[in-house]
């Protein structure tokens, strides 16, 4: 297990681990995906120019699960984790090949969560706030399990535009990484944290080599899913069982984005008298293209955001120094990508055209 002198180097090899095996499994996964009709094709709301492959969680949980039966044996609930994974990745890489109800995919979800805090007892068990430290007792499991299926529901709904999700969960991967490294002198059970957080940071990087605009294969429902799930899980794990004030505040600033866009499509489809599960075109990432931004442009923005936010988490979380200029570069570099785009005349409004809701005939041209 790594120390706080030598931690960067022992996560090393289980990130290197994780990117060589979903990088090798990628073209088997795009493969498959053509060989059992798991293709997304161009039109509608799609919109990529060709037929692209949506079976890429497999690749990325193959990397993920190489990496801890490797040199994560260490870490307390390896194995546990890496059924989860698994499980998770199985089940929804049914709906990318069937296409799935909505409820069907919600109680896959829910299936998996119970497994992890109901099951393998993997829970927040205890919320610290200022003045107060309140042990959750029973209600720890429904709360773990309505975390964990919020982070499955995010990332989904974060995972459409090419780069997007694989690249936000890397830095979300950071984040909670430098999070647990700072806790490790004091609690050294953060160490596994580090090593699943490299992990995750490494099967995403991996498959974003693939992924980034123009995607040659999508993560579908089974790595969105997957990512969802892990993030959930390294949280419990990691900064949820810390026992100060604000520390769940750390991964859910880091994540402000895919969060308060799936808050913002809920209370936007229930007003419109639709179901959560209908599809439109209304997101935030929808937004940006509508803007005239390019798909990789839109991701970027998406990526400095996030780490923008994540280094603000951090700071509340003790990295307060080397995070402030890390937290200056980065709304510099925020402020020059949308320079860049506002100066060469990309900034232009086009309408978001949402596909009909169900029993609704399209309009005709």
Known sequence: MPTVSNHYLSALPILLVAVGVTVAFVPLARWLSFRLGAVDRPGGR?????????LGGLAMMAGFVAAL???????????????????????????DVLGLPFWTKL????LCSLLVAGVFAIT???VSLPGLALRLGWAAIPITVIWLMGMQNSINLLDGVDGLAAGVVAIVGGVLYLAA????????????????????IGACLGFLAFNFAPARIFMGD???????????????LGVAKVTVALALFVPVLALALPIGDTAYAIWRRRRQGVSFAHADARHLHHRLLALGLSQRETAVTFYLVTAILGCLGLALFGHRKILAVALGLLVLALGL???????????????LVDPPAPGVEPPRA
């Not at 039966?69 to 989860?84: E, F, H, M, T």
């Open 222 to 236: 089974s790595g969105s899913h997957l990512l969802g799930m892990l993030v959930g899980v390294i949280t419990v």
């Open 107 to 110: 109680a896959i979800q829910a």
């Open 337 to 351: 990508l949308l320079w860049r785009v506002w100066h060469r005349g990309g900034l232009r409004h086009h309408r």
């Open 69 to 95: 039966v490797c040199l994560g044996r260490g870490i307390q609930d390896w194995w546990q984790i890496a059924v989860v994974a698994a499980l998770v990745t199985v089940l929804l890489a049914l709906d």
């Open 124 to 126: 927040i068990s205890s």
């Open 181 to 200: 490294v700072n806790r490790l002198t004091v609690e050294p059970r953060q160490a596994g944290v580090i090593l699943l957080s490299a992990a995750l």
């Open 46 to 54: 799609h919109i990529h120019a060709r037929p692209t492959g949506r």
